[in-house]
């Protein structure tokens, strides 16, 4: 059974900065896209970045020049570092590979932005 599980949440203050990371087991997701999303309350879930296999990232407009995804698929972990954090940017961070229409979510960590 595919498992991906996400540490690195936590309480920030705005402008400060977190790194997420994700690790994959039971399952060589080297062929995925591999990607954070999220979903704070009373929103719908949206994807923040992905990276593909051979290494192109895509991000969404909010994030662009302030969060950097990378993965390392020997490892099978995809990491995301984010930066100068807003308040908009709490929710629930979900990590994600897809291939296809398989897709394989772990289960959140929560990032707090708050003074």
């Known amino acids: 059974q595919a498992h991906l599980v996400e540490s690195g949440g936590g309480l920030v203050q705005p402008g400060g900065s977190l790194k997420l990371s994700c690790s994959a087991s039971?399952?060589?997701?080297?062929?995925?896209?591999m990607g954070w999303s999220r979903q704070a309350p009373g929103n719908e879930r949206e994807s923040v970045a992905s990276i593909s296999s051979s290494g192109r990232a895509d991000y969404v407009d909010s994030v662009k020049g302030r969060f950097t995804i990378s993965r390392d698929s020997a490892k099978n972990t995809v990491d995301l570092q984010m930066n100068n954090l807003k308040p908009e940017d709490a929710a629930v961070y979900y990590c994600?590979?897809?291939?296809?229409?398989?897709?394989?979510w772990g289960d959140g960590t929560q990032v707090t932005v708050s003074s």
């Open positions: 994600y590979a897809r291939f296809g229409l398989s897709t394989y």
């Open positions: 039971h399952y060589d997701f080297g062929g995925y896209i």
